[in-house]
């Protein structure tokens, strides 16, 4: 049974959020100009090489999941925010429709609960952190307690950019010893909750009475018909799927491949440093994988291929860089394989016509991960529109290594974000990438324009003058 909340974590959640609004109405009156110079600070501060590659490798740590040499590479997700933010103006007249007589005026959305994954203490911050001091917010931040420490490190390093352009160091500030009582009760009296991470957190987020944008599960699925570049769909694949071991609920989970080219396409996953396993090895890997209640096992989420393999009880050359399995026709809650795996694991299946590859994803995503993501490697406009027309998903990226693009990239338009709203589909209120826009309150100004009524004909077409029992 949960305990309660203590009189002591109330009192420490109260004067936080008391010092928290101090710091917004320090800043209530900054300029564009001084909002884009302190955004700038933050992202200097946590998103330079030394700082963000010292607390991305403790984080890895301090979890014990993640590629410890992959992950620094995730400051340019920092990069990218930072480039956003400074394109969207957040203080005073922000859109004009001078056709409709309509100015939007943006304000902030007060002081926010954001809530930090395990699996990037380093990156939510500076990410979220970018966007709400620009929008002249104020975050409070939950780590999860088993990477506290690198959260709060990374908090620090914030509070020095606020200080280093004159803004309120309580812009940001960390819980030092979070427990769910106290994220509890934080999420009760903020305005906003930022909910990345789990399932539980996200339903705690919604069940909080304010305010939450939450994401929904991944079960990234890939479709590969036969006019795909399979090298470089086979090279996008392992750098999607190898990216912090996995870890991203973007990763690359079920590869749905055209069985002209499936041959030919498994080789060149191979090449890439894949592993198909047999029949005997896929066995051991699912019971090695899932509990008795269908729990991902925590040594095989995000880790080498080869540590999975030797906890499932078989070995794998040095030399792999991610697993496979044939999966073919087995879909549902029994088979484990088609939901989402969080390691450097993929499903593989094969289809005869684009109809069957369609089929395929749709009975994937009624079994998990609807509302997230998929992507397709073709050249063929007809199928890359079937998919769109058809996949339950808020964003289908075509040709792209898909943990690296659907949440913003320097190579397409995707607003930059670390949380991905998936919709109804995924019990979101948003299926959009969450960024500063969603950080903001609008007062919208209405001045008189000429009046704008179509005749009734117009209105009502065929159907206008018609009798109507």
Known sequence: ????????????????????RNAMAEIENWSQEDLNRLSQAIAWY??????????AQQGVDESAIGDREGRPGKRFKIHMVLRDVLRTPSTGVVEVDEAKGLVK????????????????????????????ANARNAVIFSPHPRTAQTTFEMVEAMRAACEAVGAPK????????????????????CDLTLATGGKPMVKAAYSSGRPAYGVGAGNSSIVIDETADLDIAAMNTRISKTSDFGSGCSADGNIIIQKSVYGDMVAALEAEGGYLCN??????????????????????????????????????????????????????????????????????????????????VSQIYAIGGKGHSCGIYSHDDDNI?????????????????????????????????SSLGCGIWGGNITNENVTMKHM??????????????????????????????
Not at 1 to 20: G, K
Not at 396 to 408: D, E, T, Y
Request: net charge negative; glycine share 4%; charged share 25%.
């Open 279 to 360: 029949a005997e090895e896929k066995a051991l890997l699912e019971r090695a994988m899932w509990d008795d209640k269908g729990n991902r096992t925590f040594p095989t989420i995000a880790c080498k291929p080869q540590q999975t393999a030797d906890f499932a009880g078989f070995s794998i050359p040095e030399d792999r860089k991610f697993l496979m399995v044939e999966n073919q026709g087995q879909i549902g809650a029994e088979h484990k394989f088609s939901k989402e795996k969080l390691t450097t694991l993929m499903a593989l299946y094969h289809f005869e016509t684009f109809d069957d590859a369609l089929d395929t």
């Open 170 to 189: 309580d812009l940001f500030q960390s819980i030092r010893q979070p427990s769910i009582p106290m994220t509890q009760h934080l999420m009760e009296e």
């Open 440 to 469: 903001m309150n609008y007062t919208w100004v209405s001045r008189p324009i000429p009046e704008d009524r179509p005749s009734e004909e117009e209105l009502f077409g065929e159907f206008f003058g018609q009798e109507v029992a």
């Open 105 to 132: 005026y943006a304000k902030p959305a007060g002081v926010i609960a954001s809530l930090v994954p395990m699996t990037n203490p380093a990156m939510t911050p500076p990410v979220t952190g970018v966007s709400s």
């Open 1 to 20: 049974m949960a305990r309660e909340l203590t009189e002591q974590e109330r009192v420490e959640v109260a004067d936080m959020i008391a010092r928290a």
């Open 385 to 417: 529109d079937a998919l769109a027309r058809c996949a339950p998903v808020s964003r289908m990226m075509v040709r792209q290594p898909q943990s690296k693009a659907n949440a913003g990239a320097w190579t397409n338009g995707m607003p930059m974000t």
């Open 46 to 55: 946590a998103g330079n090489e030394k700082t963000f590659t010292r607390l």
